[in-house]
């Protein structure tokens, strides 16, 4: 479930927690721009054992939006076959969704950065949905993070 506002640190952010395993979760932090073209923030993947930052993914104006990918997700929430996935012009930031009988929607975050450079890691996540609803609200804390928006 996807939870926006103060974080226990008082910054803004948006938490997506796995339904199923609540010790999972994804979160959005630490948004600053340096230019109407772009925002910066942080991404942080959590798991037992696993805990994963980028300090600085960047969300580009003529990308394809995240949130527009979490919306179309919501909009799907009959099902569809097979898996979709977005990821940031950098590719730091890959989100891949898989729908499951039942309602329910993997999103699968992972993070590489510096994805080209030798020497370079990776951590994935997955974190379990309703779709609908639940995606609905994670696809607007999204948009309102990113655009610095207050929900």
Request: charged share 20%.
């Amino acid at each position: 479930m996807a939870s926006s506002g103060a974080r226990l640190d008082d910054r803004p952010g948006v938490t997506v927690r796995c339904q199923q395993n609540p010790s999972v979760d994804v979160t959005f932090c630490d948004r600053f721009s340096f230019d109407a073209d772009s925002v910066h923030y942080a991404v942080e993947l959590r798991a037992p054992g696993l805990t994963a930052r980028v300090d600085e993914v960047v969300a580009w104006i003529w990308d394809s939006d995240l949130t527009t990918f979490l919306k179309e997700l919501a909009a799907e929430y009959r099902g569809w076959d097979g898996e979709r996935s977005w990821q940031t012009n950098d590719r730091d930031l890959t989100v891949s969704a898989v729908f499951r009988s039942g309602g329910h929607i993997g999103l699968t975050w992972s993070l590489q950065p510096w994805p080209q450079a030798a020497g370079g890691w990776g951590a994935s996540v997955t974190t379990w949905l309703e779709a609908g609803e639940q995606m609905t609200s994670l696809a607007a804390d999204v948009r309102h993070f990113l655009s610095g928006e207050q929900p």
